[in-house]
């Protein structure tokens, strides 16, 4: 199973294009992100308590998971100061929009290297990618047992 197959769909898109870009022209794509990224909505807006800190991050990374239906929807409050950054995250939030845990799951925690990231990014700023990816994970693995606990306590157990 190669990288890209293991990714959901749109991850799978933007990792293509991201291929086809050369040099800077990667950069100037995850800048493009970075102006993309989503404001948080209403419910959550001046709620940055309501967030987790990805604290392994330099850059204040804010993430939180919203289940809908068994998809997730990831909202990240990322300072502009930041757009490498903030464009990482943009392009995570869209990629797995509507994802379930079990797909997050899968993505491999170096995929970026298939994007040709390593060659626009400092190391540091690869380990803030390599952390948001695995903070998002950790979220879904927290829905993917929360969502088994409430179907465990509506199925009857057996001795």
Same mark, same amino acid.
């Given at each position: 199973?190669?990288?890209?197959?293991?990714?959901?769909?749109?991850?799978?898109?933007?990792?293509?294009? /991201?291929?086809?870009?050369?040099?800077?022209? *990667?950069?100037?794509?995850?800048?493009?992100?970075?102006? *993309?990224?989503?404001?948080?909505?209403?419910?959550?807006?001046? $709620? $940055?308590?309501?967030?987790?800190?990805?604290?392994?991050?330099?850059?204040?990374? /804010?993430?939180?998971?919203?289940?809908?239906?068994?998809?997730?929807? /990831?909202?990240?409050?990322?300072?502009?100061?930041?757009?490498?950054?903030?464009?990482?995250?943009?392009?995570?939030?869209?990629?797995?929009?509507?994802?379930?845990?079990?797909?997050?799951?899968?993505?491999?925690?170096? /995929?970026?290297?298939?994007?040709?990231?390593?060659?626009?990014?400092?190391?540091? $700023?690869?380990?803030?990618?390599?952390?948001?990816?695995?903070?998002?994970?950790?979220?879904?693995? *927290?829905?993917?047992?929360?969502?088994?606990?409430?179907?465990?306590?509506?199925?009857?157990?057996?001795?």
């Amino acid at each position: 199973m190669t990288a890209e197959s293991a990714l959901p769909p749109r991850l799978g898109e933007i990792v293509e294009d /991201f291929q086809l870009a050369e040099g800077s022209e *990667k950069l100037e794509l995850l800048l493009e992100y970075a102006r *993309k990224l989503p404001p948080l909505p209403d419910w959550l807006r001046d $709620r $940055r308590d309501a967030m987790d800190q990805v604290h392994e991050c330099m850059t204040p990374v /804010f993430v939180v998971a919203e289940n809908r239906d068994r998809k997730l929807v /990831f909202h990240f409050d990322v300072p502009p100061e930041s757009p490498t950054v903030r464009g990482y995250a943009a392009l995570l939030e869209e990629g797995v929009r509507g994802a379930t845990p079990e797909q997050i799951l899968q993505i491999p925690g170096d /995929f970026y290297q298939e994007m040709g990231l390593q060659d626009v990014l400092s190391p540091r $700023r690869l380990q803030g990618v390599h952390t948001i990816l695995a903070y998002i994970k950790r979220l879904a693995t *927290k829905e993917l047992a929360s969502s088994e606990l409430q179907s465990d306590s509506s199925t009857p157990h057996t001795i």
